[in-house]
C-alpha cells in the first residue's frame, strides 16, 4: 500500500531523516482524505495515530497533542502540550515553550493547580528573554491562584517568585513579600523553601548595601541546604554568596564560592545557572587583579547567554565587560559593551539599576557629560510616560551625579525636592534618601547657602552612621570633613584621611576617592570663596 500511494505521488519520502517518514505532496490532499471520511471514524484513526507515535516517536509531544486534539481528548492534549512546552524550555526554544504553555493554559480550568506551574515556568521564560510585563502578569497570577486554592505552600512560592522580580528595583516590596513567604515556611517546615527565602532575603540586603545582613541570610541557607540534596539551589545560593563576598573585599571566599557553583551547575547541566557562576567567578578574579582570566570567564558567559538566549544574562555580561575594561584604563572598549547593553535594554524593556550606575564613571572619564546627561534625561523621561517610577527613579541618579557634575546645582536642587525624596524612600528604602539629602546639602553648599548645606550633611552622615563601609556614605562623610576643615584649617588632609580611614575601605580606595574628591571639591569650594 505505501509503494502504491508513493507511485500514485500522493505521499513522498524525508530522505534528510535517518528514520523512514513520509509527507502528503500537496497541502491540499490530507484536507481532502479527512473531508472524506466520517467524523466518528476520523477521530478512531487519529486516536490510533496518537497511540502509534507515543511509542514509536516518544518525544514528538507537539505531534502527538495535535492528535490527541483531533480525537477529542483534552485530558491528553494538555499533558503532551505541557511536556512539549517543557521540551522547548529545556532546549531554550523560548519562543516555541511561551507558545506551548500559553496554549496549556488555555486548555485549563481556572482552578487547575497545574496551572500554578505552568505560569511559574512562562514566568522564568519571559524573565529569560527580558518580557518584564508578562513576567509580573504571570508571577502576579500566580500568587492570586494560590490564595484562591487556600494553599499556604503555593503562595509562599508566589511570594518568593514577585520577591525575584522586584529584587533589582523595589528594595522595600521585595523584603516585604519575603519575610511573608518566611512566616509560612516556617509553619510549614519547607526547609527547600526557607533556604530560598533566606537567599532572596540575601541577594536583596546585597543590592541594598546590607552586605553583613546578605552574608548572614545567604550562610543560614547554605546550612539548610548541606542538609538536603538540592544541588540546583545550591548552585544558586553559592553563586550568591560569591557576589556578597566580592562587595565585601573577601575575594579568594568570593572565587571559591563561585568554583562550587560552577561544579555544581555543570553536573546538572544547568547552562543559564553556569553562566551566572562564570561571570561571579569573573568578577571575584578581576577584584584579585586576575584581569585577563576574569575578562575570558565573562566572555565565556556572555557566550552562553547569546547561546541559550537569556537576553538578562547577556546584558549583565557586557555590564561586567563594561566595568573591566574601564577599570584596566581600556574606556573607549568599556563605553562601547556599556553601550551595547543599554540598546538591548531598550529593546527588552529592561534597564537595570547596576547598568545605569556603572555607565556613570565611564561618562565622567570621557568627559562627556552632556551626551550622558541627555541619555539619562530621555531614559528617566520615558521611563515616566511608561509608568515605571522604579527605572525612572534609577535613571534620576545618574542625572543628579551629572548637573552636580556640569555644575548646574540649581537645576539639581529642583530635582532633590521632598516629593522625589519621598519616592526615593517608598521604592528604594531610607538608605538611597540619605545619601541624596547629603547631595542635596552640598548642593545648597555650592548656592552660597552654607549653613543650611552643612545642616543637610551632617543629618545625612547622622543617618548614614550605621554603614560604615557604603562608598556613596563615605563620599558624604569626606565631603563634609573637607568643608569643615577648609572653613578651619587650609590643611584638610589630615581630616579627610581620618575620615576615610573610619569609613573601612581598602587604602588604595581611601587615596585614590580622597585624591580626587578632594581636589574637586576644594576647587569648588575656592571658587565660591573668591566670589
Known amino acids: 500500500v505505501l509503494e502504491e500511494t508513493i507511485n500514485a505521488q500522493l505521499i513522498e519520502e524525508l530522505r534528510e531523516v535517518d528514520s523512514e517518514q513520509f509527507v502528503f505532496s500537496h497541502a491540499l490532499i490530507p484536507a481532502a482524505l479527512r473531508e472524506s471520511i466520517s467524523g466518528i471514524r476520523r477521530t478512531r484513526l487519529h486516536r490510533k495515530v496518537a497511540k502509534v507515535m507515543e511509542e514509536v516517536l516518544p518525544d514528538s509531544y507537539q505531534r502527538v497533542a495535535y492528535q490527541w486534539a483531533e480525537a477529542g481528548d483534552l485530558a491528553k492534549r494538555l499533558d503532551c502540550t505541557i511536556k512539549a512546552a517543557e521540551q522547548a524550555r529545556k532546549a531554550y526554544a523560548n519562543n516555541d515553550a511561551v507558545r506551548l504553555y500559553s496554549n496549556a493554559i488555555e486548555l485549563m480550568a481556572e482552578n487547575d493547580e497545574r496551572r500554578f506551574e505552568v505560569l511559574q515556568a512562562r ?202 575594561l574601564r577599570n584596566i584604563g581600556k574606556v573607549e572598549e568599556a563605553e562601547s559593551n556599556y553601550l551595547k547593553a543599554f540598546a538591548l535594554s531598550e529593546e527588552i524593556g529592561f534597564v537595570s539599576r547596576i547598568l545605569i550606575k556603572n555607565y556613570l ?62 519616592r526615593i524612600e517608598k521604592v528604594r528604602g531610607p538608605i538611597d534618601r540619605w545619601l541624596l539629602l547629603g547631595s542635596k546639602g552640598q548642593c545648597q553648599i555650592f548656592l552660597s547657602h552654607e549653613e543650611p548645606g552643612l545642616k543637610l550633611m551632617d543629618l545625612a552622615c547622622e543617618k548614614l552612621s550605621i554603614m560604615p563601609k557604603s562608598e556613596g556614605a563615605y563620599w558624604i562623610r569626606m565631603n563634609l570633613a573637607l568643608m569643615k576643615s577648609f572653613r578651619e584649617d587650609p590643611l584638610v588632609w589630615k581630616d579627610a584621611l581620618r575620615i ?32
Open 361 to 422: 564613571p565611564v561618562v565622567m572619564q570621557l568627559g562627556d557629560y552632556e551626551s550622558g546627561l541627555s541619555l539619562y534625561q530621555n531614559g528617566m523621561d520615558k521611563a515616566r510616560l511608561d509608568g515605571n517610577e522604579a527605572q525612572a527613579l534609577s535613571y534620576s541618579i545618574g542625572v543628579e551625579t551629572l548637573l552636580f557634575s556640569l555644575g548646574q546645582y540649581r537645576e539639581l536642587d529642583e530635582l532633590l525636592d521632598d516629593s522625589f525624596l519621598d
Open 500 to 531: 576615610a580611614e573610619k569609613a573601612e575601605l581598602p587604602p588604595l580606595q581611601q587615596i585614590n576617592l580622597v585624591y580626587l574628591n578632594s581636589i574637586y571639591f576644594l576647587a569648588v569650594l575656592s571658587l565660591i570663596h573668591i566670589s
Open 123 to 324: 514566568a522564568s521564560i519571559y524573565q529569560l528573554i527580558g518580557d518584564g510585563q508578562e513576567e509580573l502578569k504571570d508571577r502576579e497570577a500566580m500568587l492570586r491562584l494560590a490564595e484562591a486554592l487556600e494553599d499556604p505552600r503555593l503562595t509562599c512560592v508566589a511570594q518568593l517568585s514577585l520577591a525575584k522580580y522586584y529584587d533589582h528595583e523595589n528594595y522595600s516590596k521585595a523584603l516585604e513579600y519575603i519575610n511573608s513567604a518566611l512566616e509560612f515556611c516556617q509553619s510549614l517546615e519547607e526547609p527547600v523553601l526557607e533556604a530560598k527565602g533566606l537567599m532572596s532575603k540575601g541577594n536583596v540586603y546585597m543590592l541594598a548595601d546590607k552586605l553583613t545582613e546578605s552574608l548572614d541570610s545567604l550562610n543560614a541557607a547554605a546550612e539548610i541546604l548541606l542538609l538536603i540534596d538540592q544541588p540546583t539551589v545550591m548552585a544558586e545560593c553559592q553563586k550568591e554568596l560569591s557576589l556578597t563576598c566580592t562587595h565585601l573585599g573577601d575575594f579568594q571566599a568570593a572565587i571559591e564560592a563561585a568554583e562550587k557553583s560552577l561544579v555544581l551547575s555543570r553536573q546538572i547541566g544547568n547552562r543559564q545557572q553556569e553562566m551566572s557562576a562564570l561571570r561571579m567567578k569573573g568578577a571575584g578574579l578581576f577584584a584579585g587583579a586576575e584581569f585577563e582570566e576574569s575578562i575570558r570567564l565573562t566572555e565565556e558567559a556572555l557566550e552562553i547567554a547569546r547561546e541559550i538566549g537569556d537576553r538578562v544574562g547577556e546584558i549583565y555580561a557586557l555590564l561586567n565587560l563594561g566595568m573591566y
